[in-house]
T-cell receptor, first 111, second 116 residues
């Protein structure tokens, strides 16, 4: 069963860069790594996705080492509005590549 | 443009009653997914459709749960003979292309079901 492991919670301060690392030791060769963000009382929202090396968009960067057994979501200069739960996801090849959602990382940004 | 919508947003029912939860995906989206989310947990997969075909229902907890998407657009998740343990947030998501969970999923606001 493909599984990801990420910290349960993290704190940071406004203006800081935040890095959330996720481990996925059993990632399948052809699977992607996807991150979603969820605010309280809302559905999850896609942030970024990558296969290897580095991906950057207007919201975040995703760093994936060559062995792909981990990935790091980087949020530059966070603000209070970045307080949310962040989910790291990979497909489970034994379950038709369904995304297996863990509890995510609860990120709290302080002023 | 319009996102994924779900109705009702809140549903309170008595144990033993049937409930129907509706999902209206983004227009033109091929795939539609149903999830259940408990407080403090990530979404739990229930089932998904490509067009009108139900591709995977392995996540449905038991035979009281069923889903349909007869015309490949709106979907209904039905729970028969509800039990208190069915109380949860039920979320629907859609994606533009078919069947690959790697595709970006757009989530609706959810239906909060409470079974008394």
């Amino acid at each position: 069963l493909a599984k990801t492991t990420q910290p349960i919670s993290m704190d940071s301060y406004e203006g800081q860069e935040v890095n959330i690392t996720c481990s996925h030791n059993n990632i399948a060769t052809n699977d992607y790594i996807t991150w979603y963000q969820q605010f309280p009382s809302q559905g999850p929202r896609f942030i970024i996705q990558g296969y290897k090396t580095k991906v950057t968009n207007e919201v975040a960067s995703l760093f994936i080492p060559a062995d792909r057994k981990s990935s790091t979501l980087s949020l530059p200069r966070v603000s209070l509005s970045d307080t949310a739960v962040y989910y790291c996801l990979v497909g489970d090849m034994d379950s038709n590549y369904q995304l297996i959602w863990g509890a995510g990382t609860k990120l709290i940004i302080k002023p | 443009g319009a996102g994924v919508s779900q109705s009702p947003r809140y549903k309170v029912t008595k144990r033993g009653q049937d409930v129907a939860l509706r999902c209206d995906p983004i227009s033109g989206h091929v795939s539609l997914y149903w999830y259940r989310q408990a407080l403090g947990q990530g979404p739990e997969f229930l089932t998904y459709f490509n067009y009108e075909a139900q591709q995977d229902k392995s996540g449905l907890p038991n035979d009281r749960f069923s889903a349909e998407r007869p015309e490949g657009s709106i979907s209904t998740l039905t729970i028969q003979r509800t039990e208190q343990r069915d109380s949860a947030m039920y979320r629907c998501a859609s994606s533009a292309t078919n069947g690959n969970f790697n595709n970006e999923q757009f989530f609706g606001p959810g239906t909060r079901l409470t079974v008394l």
